[in-house]
């Protein structure tokens, strides 16, 4: 996997969660010449690609173009790959984009739901998830004998990446002699 700083994972992480990968709007606080450095980085690696923004659809710009039009950010495959994200649809969605509009076409319809993420399987991630999964869930020991991970990076890794990042439902409950007791339902 490659090397990606704290700002590029959090560019491309963002931009698997959004509609058509969108990477924009950028993080909090990276506007000016950092973040023309690090999307001109990304572009460079193939994470990213600059598309013609659908303003209709009001997607954020990343640049005007000066001719009415602008352009906006797309996380590419390679992106989603470099953070350990099989892309499901994203080759669909970039192609789509790039393709030039039709003058007499409707547009598309808009979504606001993010799409599905793919888990890869055989990494620590999936291997939590199988647990939480089971009819009696799992506790945190559980979980650090299976990853050989710390307690602390085990709740981490509940509630960072699957609750935050992947939006799954994971719910807690206090079961004597087990401590509390995690679970997908």
Known sequence: ???????????????????????????????GAAAQKAVTAMITRGWLDEVDADLRRGEPLWRETGDGHGTT???????????????????????ARRAKPQPDAEPAPTTDAPKPVAIRAGTKQAQ????????????????????????????????????????????????EGRGTVYSLR
């Open 1 to 31: 996997m490659p090397k990606l700083t704290d700002t590029q994972s959090l560019i491309l992480s963002r931009a698997a969660t959004r509609p058509g990968n969108l990477a924009m709007p950028l993080p909090e606080g990276l506007h």
């Open 73 to 95: 950010l797309v996380a590419t495959e390679a992106g989603l790959e470099a953070i350990g994200i099989e892309p499901v649809a994203a080759s669909a969605v970039a192609t």
């Open 128 to 175: 939590i998830i199988a647990l939480l999964q089971r009819p009696e869930g799992a506790s945190i020991a559980e979980i650090v004998e299976a990853t050989s991970w710390q307690a602390h990076t085990a709740r981490g890794a509940i509630s960072g990446a699957l609750k935050k990042k992947l939006g799954l439902p994971v719910t807690s409950e206090k079961v």
